[in-house]
């Protein structure tokens, strides 16, 4: 008897009571079990070549999710794609390191925790710095980590014992070691300009953390009088008026001739009456709006550069909070009845207040961008505020280079200009946060001398003048500065002898979402090459995304989301993975329909169903005797099935190799022709379906059924052919669908107890004696005598004689030798010679081969051609109508694109159609 999987019920291939459905349920979570405690998923640095080992390395680092966060289907599909490749490597016998862990998600994760305060009727400033850190690790050590036990239940074979936490003590000594070296080699400096700051969190944000959100506001038109002349004005527009308290100057073009006059002159601000010079800046544009800006530096970013070039003043006037106040340099610039106010109220008040002043010009609508924080959603105020920053461009320069020179490649491949336009760009990065979970800036200030300096160690002393009156910098750094070190830092590093990094650094294949291909992927990219000196993989992977039918991203917020967990409590995990993979184009995004979870993953479900029932159908017709080895077998004794089957599973295994593959670049860098190859999904998927489904199943194993039902040689060899091709197609399968495929693999004959598919050799193309295509003219010829049966008409099971032309040669001959096979399959009789005179149906085959089947006897022919004379001459008059239509200019001139469009598809059809008519009037009616 054949061993049983750890999930498979107890019966035998052979038994009747063969499960007739796979219980999903129960051997999902059995074979987890057993896989793990097998180790398959353990990855052994000292087996790979690096290590003087025989295997290559293969790694994929997981996109480590927030510590907080719940499985949603974003996480399914971002990790399924990833479970295919590993799986795949594994079994192509790479040492394949799937490498998994979460991330500290600082804002995020602060947001939770404050939230959980405030019900108490609290705030972190209430708790202390230190009770709130406490107490935000004791959440994570309660809550976090749950979405990797959730992975698990879809499949997931990543390498558990090696699990990284971006607040680990490893990663943070990495953290900490990465600030250290850009602050040594002057990357790294303090610096007080406009940054993006969200009032709801109390921090400042990155360019890339303040999105962009398309917004329909107002712009308001506001009259500066001249000081000294108020008969006199400049009109100028702005979004935000209540910024304008903050206005130190108004800038217009030093070319402009309409303002030339008034260059050196002063402005009175409206509703406080400060005097604004007005200056003349290259930066302003002559032809926006009036050509006029006002100047606030210390709330705008652009203004900020302006007020730098003129050495004016930078007030502030906006809170932390987003309120209105005379927070630095701004004495006497907000009014009493403003101070303490909202923002956005106070931009009402100011509003009236210019309004019943006359200053008000006028309001208009205005389509424009505004940028909200990535976390809360809140505005974002630009602010004046002292921050941590990374000098970038030295940074950024190799990693633009890597994938100019195909180092590194980006697919789909219009990510490539997005990327290089965007590092050509680069900004400076704002790494420092003002929240207190996180890693804190490691610098420290001396109350002695003033000194400060950053420190890998918590100092005891001051390093210039030794004083122990030390005060470290109160923030935190942006998440993402430990998540870019995330290549290296999980591998060990800064330990640059550590085995993991020398092993399994670089890795191969980043697989993400592109909305974080700057927040993250370019980053990454960055620090391996400040760091290791080389890029941390050779491959990124940009999937789309997950939508519902309205083509709407799937989230909380919309309710329209789709839990993971659900979709396998009802279909299994392989229902799940099957329908994301074999659904996904490269970086085409996944329609769901949340409404309908049945009809969403049914191509999951009823494939996962129909491979059961081949495997048990196959199993039960083999039965668990001991099957001869297919290369043992006499190629001789292979008949035309044999040879035919062989020869798809060649084609098939090739298919998924060249849509996988390759794995990685075979001189460090990808040939030109090689950058957008491989990692097609669901052309691998297809491939692997078409061959155990529509070649095996439906026609293979009907071949052989007979040789299966009479014992002899020939059975042994149908056998050992069959068992063979089962197997080969479940390793094709099994990176996708990993539970049924390795249920149905521990059922084989002569299955060896503690032995796993998941650690089975991956197929590889064999040479094979010639002789399998004649079998696709015998394929080819049931096709077509079937299909002429049902156009006929004629009766189901009703035998009928098909003539092939004496002469036929070789095809022929290989039809006349499968006559018992077309006359199961087909309800045909085979015979050489020429048809006798009268009605007749015909099929020429691809190859030329013409089969005549007479319907004498077998139809009523006055009958047939009276429907088919109909048929033809009632599409006729249709058609004619229908180009009629056409061809007035009136109709294709005023109706829809759309419309005409249709009407001409429709037009291609009846044509074809009404051919396909006449062809058969004139085949059987003369």
């Excluded at 995330?486 to 990094?501: C, F, N």
């Excluded at 006729?876 to 200019?889: D, I, S, V």
Aim: glycine share 8%; net charge negative.
């Amino acid at each position: 008897m054949s061993k049983q999987s750890p999930g498979a019920a107890s019966a035998s291939p052979a038994d009747p009571d063969f499960p007739t459905h796979f219980d999903f349920a129960t051997a999902e979570r059995a074979l987890s079990d057993a896989w793990e405690r097998a180790g398959l998923f353990r990855a052994d640095g000292g087996r790979t070549t690096r290590a003087g080992g025989e295997r290559d390395p293969f790694t994929i680092l997981i996109p480590p999710p927030n510590v907080t966060a719940v499985l949603h289907v974003g996480h399914g599909l971002n990790n399924t794609v990833q479970d295919v490749l590993v799986r795949w490597r594994r079994m192509a016998g790479d040492e394949a390191l799937w490498l998994p862990g979460t991330d500290h998600a600082g804002i995020a994760t602060q947001n939770v925790v404050e939230k959980l305060l405030a019900k108490e009727g609290k705030t972190r400033f209430d708790v202390g710095r230190e009770a709130f850190v406490a107490r935000t690790e004791a959440f994570v050590e309660e809550t976090g980590g749950l979405i990797l036990k959730q992975l698990r239940a879809i499949g997931a074979s990543a390498d558990w014992s090696r699990t990284a936490y971006t607040f680990s003590p490893a990663l943070s000594r990495a953290v900490r070691e990465a600030f250290v070296r850009l602050y040594e080699r002057g990357l790294v400096y303090r610096g007080h300009r406009v940054i993006h700051w969200c009032p709801r969190c109390l921090t400042s944000l990155s360019d890339e953390e303040a999105e962009f959100h398309d917004t329909e506001g107002k712009l308001y038109h506001i009259r500066y009088a001249l000081a000294d002349d108020p008969a006199q004005g400049v009109t100028i527009a702005t979004t935000r008026p209540e910024t304008l308290l903050a206005d130190v100057a108004v800038a217009v073009h030093p070319d402009d001739p309409r303002y030339a006059a008034l260059v050196g002159r002063s402005l009175a601000l409206p509703i406080t009456g400060i005097p604004l010079p007005i200056i003349a800046d290259g930066y302003v544009e002559r032809e926006f709006g009036t050509g006029a800006l006002k100047i606030t530096p210390a709330h705008d970013a652009n203004d900020f550069d302006v007020g730098k070039r003129h050495g004016l003043a930078m007030p502030v006037v906006i809170s932390a909070d987003g309120e209105m106040a005379e927070v630095a340099d701004a004495a006497g610039r907000v009014p009493a009845e403003l101070k303490g106010l909202d923002r956005f109220e106070a931009r009402k008040r100011i509003v009236r207040q210019l309004e019943a002043s006359g200053a008000l010009v006028k309001v208009e609508t205005h389509a424009h961008s505004v940028r909200r924080c990535y976390r809360c959603d809140t505005v974002v105020e630009p602010r004046l505020s002292d921050q941590w920053f990374v000098r970038m461009a030295p940074l950024a320069a190799p990693a633009l280079e890597a994938v100019k020179d195909g180092t590194i490649r980006l697919l789909p491949e219009k990510w490539e200009k997005v990327y290089i336009n965007w590092l050509e760009g680069i900004r400076d990065w704002n790494i420092s946060r003002q929240l207190w979970w996180g890693h804190r800036v490691p610098v420290w200030t001396c109350g002695a001398c003033g000194h400060a300096d950053a420190y890998r160690e918590d100092p005891k002393g001051c390093g210039k003048c030794g004083s122990a009156e030390l005060e470290q910098d109160p923030d935190v750094f942006d998440t993402w500065f430990s998540s870019w070190l995330w290549p290296i830092s999980t591998l060990g590093w800064p330990d640059e002898e550590a085995p993991d990094l020398k092993a399994f650094y670089p890795s191969d294949v980043l697989v993400t979402a592109p909305e974080i291909l700057f927040f993250w992927v370019a980053r990454m990219i960055m620090s391996g090459y400040a760091f290791m000196g080389r890029a941390p993989f050779h491959t990124v992977y940009l999937h789309g995304t997950v939508r519902d039918m309205q083509h709407r991203k799937m989230s909380k917020s919309l309710g329209n989301g789709i839990d993971p967990l659900d979709v396998v409590d009802q279909y299994g995990a392989d229902a799940l993975r099957w329908t994301l993979v074999q659904g996904m184009g490269l970086g085409v995004d996944v329609m769901l329909d949340p409404e309908d979870l049945d009809k969403s993953f049914a191509p999951g479900r009823n494939f996962a169903t129909k491979l059961w029932n081949i495997g048990r159908f196959i199993l039960l017709q083999v039965g668990d005797e001991k099957v001869t080895p297919l290369p043992t077998v006499d190629p001789a004794a292979f008949t035309l099935a044999d040879r035919w089957i062989l020869d798809r599973l060649d084609a098939a295994i090739a298919e998924c190799d060249a849509s996988l593959g390759p794995a990685r670049p075979q001189a460090g860098r990808w040939p030109e022709q090689e950058r957008q190859v491989g990692l097609r999904l669901d052309a691998y998927a297809e491939a692997a379906r078409r061959f155990v489904w529509n070649e095996l199943a439906d026609w293979y194993v009907e071949a052989v059924k007979t040789r299966l039902a009479e014992p002899g040689p020939d059975r042994e060899v149908a056998r050992a052919v069959l068992v063979h091709m089962f197997d080969q197609g479940l390793r094709l399968l099994h990176p996708i669908m990993p539970f049924v495929t390795e249920a149905l693999w521990q059922r084989l004959p002569g299955a060896t107890p503690g032995r796993f598919l998941a650690a089975a050799r991956w197929p590889t193309a064999a040479p094979r004696a010639a002789g399998g295509e004649a079998f696709e003219v015998v394929r080819e010829a049931i096709d077509a005598i079937r299909r002429l049966r049902s156009e006929y008409g004629v009766t189901p099971g009703q035998p009928i004689r098909a003539f092939v032309a004496a002469g036929a040669g070789t095809d022929g001959t290989a039809l006349l030798g499968s006559a018992a096979l077309l006359h199961r399959l087909a309800r045909a009789e085979i015979v050489a010679g020429s048809p006798p005179a009268g009605a007749a149906a015909h099929a020429v085959l691809s190859n030329g081969l013409e089969l005549v089947l007479p319907l004498e006897g077998m139809v009523d022919v006055k009958k047939e051609c009276a429907r088919l004379r109909g048929e033809h001459d009632n599409l006729t008059k249709q058609l004619g109508a229908l180009r009629g239509r056409l061809a007035n200019e009136k109709f294709t001139s005023k109706a829809p694109a759309e419309v005409v469009e249709a009407e001409r598809a429709k037009e291609r059809e009846w044509s074809a159609r009404v051919e396909q008519l006449s062809a058969k009037v004139a085949e059987l009616c003369g």
